[in-house]
């Protein structure tokens, strides 16, 4: 079974155990206060060079990464776990572990009611700075710097993904102020 099979709440559990044990690892080793936040991160290996996710977690190791794309399965779009992991924070908040329970529970409640949206508008850009945003307003947060990190490799050209079985994103623009959707 994999973890999308699972019930909301079995995944959200199994999920948070993932990142609290990784998270404590990490807080006795490096002596950091929080390694909680959420962030939308731009593309990383071989995803198209304007993709977004949404994320949440440490950004220097175990984090939950969500974003919109579309597949023959799901001609109209569908959430799904991003795997390409390590691209360029976007935009950033701290939050406290709590705070990641929440936005994940969020992200899990609200998979199905965003996923078979009509492509046209929605785009993985739109979701997950939608995401990004509903997240801020939830939580009571306010954007703060990123912190830094390295960026996995890209290749210069990107490798046509499983489009029959597995979503892929493709992105547009829009006019206007803020970042391009």
Known sequence: MTSRDMPHQE???TVWREISQSQAVELAGLGRASLADAWIEGPSGREPFAHQSINIGDPHGSYESFSFGMS???PLGV???D???GGRIEAYFKSTPEQDRIALQHIFDSEKSDSGKFYGPNTCRTYSQDKFDE???RLGVEPSTPPGRLQASRP???VPVDFVTKPF???TSSS???PSR
């Open 11 to 13: 995944r959200m559990d």
């Open 72 to 74: 023959i399965r799901h």
């Open 79 to 81: 959430v799904y776990e």
């Open 83 to 85: 795997t390409s992991r």
């Open 135 to 137: 997240l801020k307003a």
């Open 156 to 158: 210069w050209w990107r």
């Open 169 to 171: 994103s493709t992105t």
């Open 176 to 178: 206007g102020s803020g």
